[in-house]
T-cell receptor, first 114, second 113 residues
């Protein structure tokens, strides 16, 4: 099915562990984004990518690593998870950054770090 | 830095009209977007304003005043299914790199019968 999918939907892990959240889109959109959503903070941009092999930091990049070897995939890795990274993570994609091009969001990954 | 202010919660009854305000401070402003999110699900795009004035899309309208750094989302003929969180987001280009969206903290709309 066309769209943007995130996996896993739920994840529980321990502090210090590495965890990777996956994001896959079938539209061939150039731009992809990772956000985290916490109570009282809304959606905050972690990293984004303008194309394969082009990534840049957002508002809260510390503790996260991204890669984009293929246009359709944009994984987010927490190299050594901390409790403060417990959050809901949303991936999004858009065709362009200009005009009224919307960002299309996945259903999110609910990550708990114990 | 960039900041957006919107009310945390708004309540209304079915059939009514409700306005959700958003004020922002940013540099390199391009436009104001609105997104809807039901029960922590995927946010979905509602509207985008780049120029001053009112944009209408069915029961929803969005307004922007660039000189006042202010916008609002207007929901008419409210339905129970409109109960959701609504986020304003500014597209801006504050420094080198690409323009990105900065989201407000969201307004929870509760529609009662």
């Amino acid at each position: 099915d066309a769209g943007i999918t995130q996996s896993p939907r739920y994840k529980i892990t321990e502090t210090g562990r590495q965890v990777t959240l996956m994001c896959h889109q079938t539209w061939s959109h150039s731009y992809m984004f990772w956000y985290r959503q916490d109570l009282g903070h809304g959606l905050r941009l972690i990293y984004y990518s303008a194309a394969a092999d082009i990534t840049d930091k957002g508002e809260v990049p510390d503790g996260y690593v991204v890669s984009r070897s293929k246009t359709e995939n944009f994984p987010l890795t927490l190299e050594s998870a901390t409790r403060s990274q417990t959050s809901v993570y949303f991936c999004a994609s858009s065709e362009s950054l200009g005009g009224n091009q919307p960002q299309h969001f996945g259903d999110g990954t609910r990550l708990s770090i114990l | 830095g960039q900041s957006l202010e919107q009310p945390s919660e708004v309540t209304a009854v079915e059939g009514a009209i409700v306005q959700i305000n958003c004020t922002y401070q940013t540099s390199g402003f391009y436009g104001l977007s609105w997104y809807q999110q039901h029960d922590g699900g995927a946010p979905t795009f509602l509207s985008y304003n780049a120029l001053d004035g009112l944009e209408e899309t069915g029961r929803f309208s969005s307004f922007l005043s660039r000189s006042d750094s202010y916008g609002y989302l207007l929901l008419q003929e409210l339905q129970m299914k409109d109960s959701a969180s609504y986020f304003c987001a500014v597209r801006s280009h504050p420094n080198s790199g690409y323009s990105t969206l900065t989201f407000g903290k969201g307004t929870m709309l509760l529609v009662s019968p």
